[in-house]
């Protein structure tokens, strides 16, 4: 993301999955193979945050049912 500057304040971060890069406002959860113990404990609770969030993401969907698709053609880039 270029803009985060413009989205987070220096005390804010994004929940991100390993996927992403590490950069100063992005938390990831650690890689194998080298997870000690702390890691470990770590990688536990973002997996609570994630499937906290995913499962408030399932229930707004079966509520609006709007969000659950882009219900408009895209035409070109712009």
């Known amino acids: ?3 985060q500057a413009k989205l ?3 005390d804010e971060w994004l929940w991100a999955d390993s996927a992403y890069t590490i ?3 992005v938390v990831t959860p650690y890689k194998q193979p080298s997870l000690r113990t702390e890691n ?3 990688n536990y609770y973002v997996s609570k945050v994630r499937v906290r969030s995913e499962h408030a993401m399932e229930f707004l969907k079966g509520r609006f ?3 659950r698709g ?3 053609a895209i035409q ?3």
Request: proline fraction near 5%; glycine fraction near 0%.
């Open 40 to 42: 470990k404990i770590f």
């Open 76 to 78: 070109d880039e712009r």
């Open 65 to 67: 049912s709007s969000l």
């Open 23 to 25: 950069q100063p406002w």
């Open 70 to 72: 882009l219900r408009q």
């Open 1 to 3: 993301m270029k803009e």
């Open 8 to 10: 987070f304040s220096q």
